[in-house]
């Protein structure tokens, strides 16, 4: 006997929309539920909440939504709620646009309360881009317009929630129920990941930028690393697994994976970069740090002549007077060496080499002379310089310490915090930024930050920063 088209689709869907105080799941809240099921094509319960956050509402999401402390401050919390909400999403397929942001403060919340929440989601935005892939635009507005929906009260729960249900009751009528089922299921359809990771790990990963950990047996760290595009990144690990053997080496060894939201690029290398040296993961080798960085400098009363220093000995930390950063004595000196041969510089006049009489260079015609005064020691002085100032370091721009603004596309602002090229820490809130500068001991110099701000300045022509007071004296390890 032949299944009905209409069996095969959703017979309860709880359309729901939430407003919160961000963006973010993990720093934000929800202010207000707003729930309309439906059931076999008829709209039979709606219902909203306003909630208090226990906090305050951000002025622009007051302006935004409408939604303003006063109005919350009566309302129940979220624990107030939690079993009714539950109770309505029961049984039902939860559609929300972009879903995977409703879901996620859901997620977070009951969690707050050590419940699961284990609704499968329908991402209404990704189902009308699947129905109408001509169409550019797939926001609520978009929606409202192309279908001549109405909505009485725009940016509210139940306002957006009422326009969600009125929409899929549009579909019902002018699309088959084939090509509906088609459609669901392709949204629905979620990235195969290892088995032993937790059901409904997939619609938890957030969008935006942060750091990952891949851990193993007893939270044994196996992989850190960072992206823009967290959920992208997480899943491509476990794309490639049947092409590279260290991904396949990862999906069977991963037990659980945790990840940390950042506000931006910034943050999430600065993060990746502590954690990696911090916990050593088996499977990462760049940023892992070891041995004793050092830096050189041209000897202050011999300029044919270079020094290396071990960073812990610069008193007044790297400058412009410093020449490169190496994880050891012996890298800096293979780096002197590959520019030496390819200047006709002397390693002995450089302080590189050992014995008497001319240098092993000059026998094989990479050196000029300056081991047996055929160049004089200014001109081998000149020469090293000139060959030495693609690899000069840069002075810290700054007067004293400074925190860099970084915001995400909510508005959420994180301030990490740099002072002389050493990262001291990352701030959410202003009283956090003093305590960061006035905090011993400070962190060490590292090799990677300096390259990363580095990097961050000399890309940012238009730089977010403010000046903070200057702390204690860095202290020599």
Known sequence: MDVPDDAALPRAIAFVDLETTGGNAAHHRIIEIGIVRVVDDAIVEEWSALVDPECRIPPSIQ???????????????????AATVEEKLSGALVAAHNARFDASFLRRELRRLGRPFVAKTLCTVKLSRRLAPHERRHNLDALIERYGLECDARHRALGDARVLADWWLRLRRERTAAELTAAIDAVLAAPALPAQLPEGLVDELPEGPGVYRFLGE???????????????????????????????????????????????????????????????????????????????RIAADRPDRIEVLALTDLDDGVSSRCYGLYRSPREALRALTEIARAHQLCLKAMGLEAGEGSCFGHALGRCRGACIGRESAALHGVRLQLALASIRLKEWPFPGPIALRERDPDGAVEWHVVDRWVHLGT???????????????????????????????????????????????RRRA
């Open 63 to 81: 302006a935004f939504t409408g939604i303003s402390d006063a109005m919350v401050a009566s309302a129940p919390p979220f624990a107030a709620l």
């Open 218 to 296: 007893a939270d044994a760290p196996l992989y850190i690393g960072k992206s823009r595009r967290l959920r992208a990144r997480i899943l491509a690990h476990f794309a490639a697994e049947h092409r590279e053997p260290k991904e396949r080496r990862l999906a069977q060894q991963v037990r659980r994976i945790d990840w940390r939201e950042t506000s931006g690029e910034l943050g999430a290398l600065l993060t990746e970069a502590a954690w990696i040296k911090a916990q050593q993961p088996v499977y990462n080798r760049r940023l892992r740090g070891g041995g004793d960085a050092v830096t050189c």
């Open 427 to 473: 701030a959410r809130a202003d009283e956090e930024l003093a305590a960061l500068v006035a905090a011993v001991p400070r962190p060490p110099f590292d090799v990677d930050v300096y390259r990363i701000l580095a990097r961050h300045l000399e890309r940012s022509p238009r730089l977010d920063w403010i000046a903070l007071p200057a702390g204690p004296a």
